[in-house]
């Protein structure tokens, strides 16, 4: 890369967070055109030299990650609001908790529990295998694909969502500007795309597919040392396990995307990127210059924090 230091950002209400080694900076266009800017510390959860390590960084950077990003859409909520808010409108450390916990909750059932029972339907009615066969593995994944897609185009649909979209857009136009060397104006990201192969979308679905490989492998392992009798207590059991290798998934999907973002001219990764970049079609939509400038305004004051 051309830019002197790596940048990665988020789209949130009415703008943009960006995160520049240990700083993060929101840009936010408030009702009245003006573009407020916030610069804070990056919350972190890797501190130890143990969880900087590969394969063990995953989990703690996805939880960290979520904790600055409900913060920051928080924030914007707030900034963005047609009245005039105090701050003491944000989060408090019980609300952001809870928020967290729910939204883990809601993610774990759509995208872990209904899948599987979901498959354990198809099996019963002899369309797949019991739960340590490929086909019944092959249909969770199926299920999942499904799900995803199906929640990305629907709510594409919610105006507000569309116009996060739009400013998701512009956070990748204007780090392929940064990272490209260019000079940071509306017009020189016009030449940019609004997909970029190190992107959560992208991140989400390595999640799926790793997860999907490694279920089927170590599920009917795991179930060679135990196995209950009854139906449901399996079932249950299969579930909990399901949810506690999430956290294995997350650190190779985490180390996947690392890859390809660092070698994203190689062939091969390419080939990764491209399905991560597809399905950015769906959760990007191209911004319009105002939304541009506030991207802008975000990563400047992120990589010039005592500026901002």
């Known amino acids: 890369m051309a830019a002197p230091q790596a940048v990665g950002g988020q789209a949130v209400i009415e703008g943009v967070m960006m995160r520049a080694k240990d700083n993060l900076a929101i840009a936010i266009r408030k009702p009245s055109g003006e573009i407020v800017t916030e610069i804070r510390p990056w919350f972190s959860l890797v501190r130890h030299p143990w969880l900087k390590k590969p394969f063990l960084r995953g989990f703690p950077v996805l939880m960290e990650t979520m904790v600055n990003g409900i913060k920051a859409l928080n924030f914007s909520a707030v900034q963005a609001a047609e009245e005039e808010e105090e701050d003491g409108g944000e989060l408090s450390t019980w609300h952001l908790v809870l928020t967290m916990v729910l939204a883990l909750g809601a993610a774990l059932g759509l995208f872990v529990i209904l899948p599987h029972f979901l498959s354990v339907g198809m099996a019963q009615l002899d369309w797949a295998g019991d739960v340590d066969s490929l086909s019944f593995h092959a249909w969770d994944g199926v299920i999942k694909m499904v799900i995803f897609v199906s929640y990305i185009l ?155």
């Not at 649909?157 to 400013?167: A, E, G, M």
């Not at 490694?214 to 009854?230: Q, R």
Request: glycine letters at 4%; a neutral charge.
């Open 154 to 308: 629907a709510i594409s649909f919610i105006p507000d969502i569309r116009r996060v979209f739009q400013y998701h857009g512009a956070e990748h136009k204007v780090i392929w500007t940064w990272e490209e060397g260019k000079e940071l104006t509306p017009e020189a990201t016009h030449f940019y795309s609004r997909l970029h192969p190190r992107c959560g979308t992208a991140f989400l679905l390595f999640v799926l597919v790793v997860s999907i490989a490694l279920y089927a492998v170590l599920v009917p392992y795991l179930l060679t040392f135990y196995s209950p009798e009854s139906f449901i207590v399996k079932h249950l059991y299969i579930v909990g396990m399901k949810l506690f290798l999430m956290i294995p998934v997350s650190c190779v999907a985490y180390e996947m995307i690392k890859f390809a973002g660092k070698h994203n001219k190689s062939f091969v990764c390419k080939i990764m990127c491209w399905p991560g970049l597809m399905m950015q079609l769906l959760t990007t939509k191209e911004p319009d210059d105002s939304q541009i400038e506030v991207a802008i305004a975000a990563l400047r004051c992120a990589v010039n924090a005592e500026e901002c």
